[in-house]
């Protein structure tokens, strides 16, 4: 099943993976030793939709003020049809 899109930087193409999959990658990806290893991999998850759990997770950590359309969001100044609709994360390692 895939749930997200993986960009290789390497190899400048998108990869279809489920978030399990990448996410069960990330921990070999970070130990990547860049100066040493040429053959390494930079890939990480982009555009992906955040999962409703973390959202709410979030929301319980971060300032009211710089969530989305919070006091400091500049989303608030753009009239609604404009704004975006969901939030987005960025899943990566060193070097992406």
């Known amino acids: 099943m895939v749930d997200i899109v993986v960009r290789d930087l390497v190899k400048a193409q998108d990869i279809g993976m489920s978030m399990e999959q990448y996410l069960e990658l990330v921990p070999g990806l970070a130990g990547q030793d ?3 290893d040429e053959k390494t991999k930079r890939q990480y998850g982009k555009d992906i ?6 959202r709410e997770h979030l929301a ?18 753009l009239p609604p049809d404009a704004r975006a609709e969901n939030m ?7 070097g992406t």
Request: negative net charge; hydrophobic residues 30%; proline residues 6%.
């Open 88 to 94: 987005m994360i960025y899943i990566g390692h060193e």
């Open 60 to 77: 319980e950590l971060l300032p009211r003020e710089i969530s989305y359309l919070g006091d400091n969001d500049l989303m608030t100044k």
């Open 34 to 36: 860049f100066k040493r």
């Open 49 to 54: 939709d955040c999962p409703q759990e973390w």
